[in-house]
C-alpha cells in the first residue's frame, strides 16, 4: 500500500516564469514582402518645338512639327572617331605620295639594279605596308647575294644595299659554267670576271641542288685550285677528274696530278723537285703524280734521239 503525501507546491521564482513564457512563445520571424515598384513609363526623348508667327491681323500663329533632341552618347562618339580613323588610315595607305616609286641599288656587280629591284619587290608598294626584313628574306634566296640591308626613308624611298658573293671559280662542268664561291655556292656564270681559276671537268662533278644555297664543292676543292694556281701562275686551265682530283698539262708535255686537298705548297715543292731531276736526266715523262707528296712518281717515256 502506497500513501501519497500531499503538501504545500513549493512557490515559482521569477527566473521560472519568464522561461515558462518563452518556451510558450514562440517568435515566427517572416521576410517581409518584397515590395514592387511600378517602371517608369519609357518617356520619348524631348523634342524642339518652332513656332513660326504669322501677321498680327490673321491673330494666329503656325506651330511647325517638333523635332527631336538629340544627345549623342560616348559610343556613338566612339563609333565616329573610328569611322573617320579607317577612313584616314585608307586615305594614307591609297595615296600615291607613299608608294615607292623606284629603289636606289648599290654594291651590285653580278646583278644589275634593275635585277636587285625585281626581286625586292617593293616597287609601287606603300611604305607604310613594307617590313625590311622580308624584302632581305627574299634578296638573300638569290645565291649572288651574301648580304642584303634594307632602309626605308620618308616618304617613299627605299634604299638597298647587297653585298655578292665572289666567284673565285669558274668551274665548266660538261655542259654548263658555273661559277662558284669560296663556300661552294654556284650560280650560272655571265662572261668574264677577273681572278677566277679555270676548271673544266669532262663529266659533270659538281652537285647542283634544288637549294640554290647549297654548297656544290667542298670548300677545300676550291682553296686548292686557287692555292695551286697562285703557286703556278703559268697554269691557264686545271682539269678535275673523280679519280685524281685536281690536274693540269704542263707545257712541256706532260700531266700533273695534285689530287684534291691537303698541303698544296709541299706539293708544288716536291713537283718542282721532280721537274729539276727530270729535265736533267733527259727523260720526257708521261705523267707526274704527287698527289702524296711523301710517295711522289712518274711515268717514264724517254726522248727519241
Given at each position: ?276 731531276h727530270i729535265m736533267a736526266e733527259g727523260i ?22
Amino acid at each position: 500500500m502506497t500513501v501519497a503525501r500531499r503538501g504545500p507546491v513549493p512557490d515559482r521564482t521569477r527566473a521560472d516564469e519568464v522561461r515558462s513564457r518563452r518556451a510558450r512563445v514562440e517568435a515566427v520571424v517572416e521576410p517581409a514582402p518584397r515590395e514592387r515598384r511600378p517602371r517608369p513609363a519609357r518617356t520619348r526623348p524631348p523634342r524642339r518645338r518652332h513656332d513660326l508667327a504669322l501677321p498680327a491681323e490673321l491673330g494666329a500663329e503656325l506651330r511647325l512639327p517638333s523635332i527631336p533632341v538629340v544627345r549623342p552618347g560616348p559610343r556613338v562618339l566612339s563609333a565616329v572617331l573610328l569611322a573617320l580613323t579607317a577612313w584616314a588610315l585608307q586615305s594614307v595607305l591609297a595615296a600615291g605620295s607613299f608608294r615607292v616609286a623606284e629603289a636606289s641599288v648599290s654594291g651590285a656587280r653580278l646583278l644589275s639594279p634593275s635585277q636587285v629591284r625585281s626581286l625586292a619587290r617593293v616597287v609601287g608598294e606603300s611604305v607604310f605596308l613594307l617590313d625590311p626584313r622580308d624584302v632581305v628574306h627574299r634578296l638573300l634566296q638569290e645565291p649572288e647575294v651574301g648580304e642584303a640591308e634594307v632602309s626605308i626613308r620618308w616618304p617613299n624611298r627605299v634604299e638597298i644595299t647587297i653585298h655578292e658573293r665572289i666567284p673565285v671559280v669558274e668551274w665548266d662542268d660538261g655542259d654548263l659554267t658555273w661559277w662558284v664561291s669560296s663556300e661552294g655556292i654556284a650560280f650560272l656564270g655571265r662572261g668574264a670576271f677577273p681572278g677566277q681559276v679555270r676548271v673544266e671537268s669532262e663529266e659533270p662533278l659538281l652537285q647542283i641542288s634544288p637549294d640554290p644555297l647549297e654548297p656544290v664543292v667542298a670548300p677545300s676543292v676550291l682553296e686548292a685550285a686557287v692555292l695551286l694556281r697562285s703557286q703556278l701562275p703559268e697554269i691557264e686551265m686545271l682539269y678535275a677528274d673523280r679519280d685524281h682530283g685536281l690536274s693540269f698539262l704542263d707545257p712541256r708535255g706532260w700531266r700533273v696530278y695534285f689530287g684534291s686537298g691537303g698541303d698544296m705548297v709541299a706539293k708544288v715543292r716536291t713537283y718542282q723537285f721532280l721537274v729539276e731531276h727530270i729535265m736533267a736526266e733527259g727523260i720526257h715523262p708521261l705523267l707526274v703524280s704527287v698527289e702524296d707528296p711523301y710517295s711522289p712518281f712518274y711515268s717514264l717515256q724517254r726522248q727519241r734521239q
